[in-house]
Nanobody, 119 residues
Framework: VQLQASGGGLVQPGGSLRLSCAASGRIFTINVMGWYRQVPGKQRELVALLTRGGRTNYADSVKDRFAISGDNSKNAVYLQMNNVRPEDTAVYYC??????????????WGQGTLVTVSS
């Protein structure tokens, strides 16, 4: 399974950016897709999760500013980032929890896309 993320770049404070991620390969089912971010010297942290059934979960720091959505038919997940702040600067990683027949799951990660918030 491969995850391809895109959409990062330079954005001014208060601006918007949309990240996209698509999973490909031998996929039985995807249970959860999400976005994490990491800055140098810090642990990777959760930004937002989306379950196959449509439930979402957000980090407190991005609630009411970011929105996660997905397309099950395309094995894709998106992150709409609005009103971004300099502290949102990070490498953003896409994650997929892929289910196997029988119930076991595997975690896969995309390559990361850099988001820089700066004027």
């Amino acid at each position: 399974v491969q995850l391809q993320a895109s959409g990062g770049g330079l954005v001014q404070p208060g601006g918007s950016l949309r990240l996209s991620c698509a999973a490909s390969g031998r996929i039985f089912t995807i249970n959860v897709m999400g976005w994490y971010r990491q800055v140098p010297g810090k642990q990777r942290e959760l930004v937002a999760l989306l379950t196959r059934g449509g439930r979402t979960n957000y980090a407190d720091s991005v609630k009411d500013r970011f929105a996660i959505s997905g397309d099950n038919s395309k094995n894709a997940v998106y992150l709409q980032m609005n009103n971004v702040r300099p502290e949102d600067t990070a490498v953003y990683y896409c994650n997929a929890r892929v289910g196997r027949p029988g119930g076991l799951t595997d975690d896969y990660w995309g390559q990361g896309t850099l988001v820089t918030v700066s004027s």
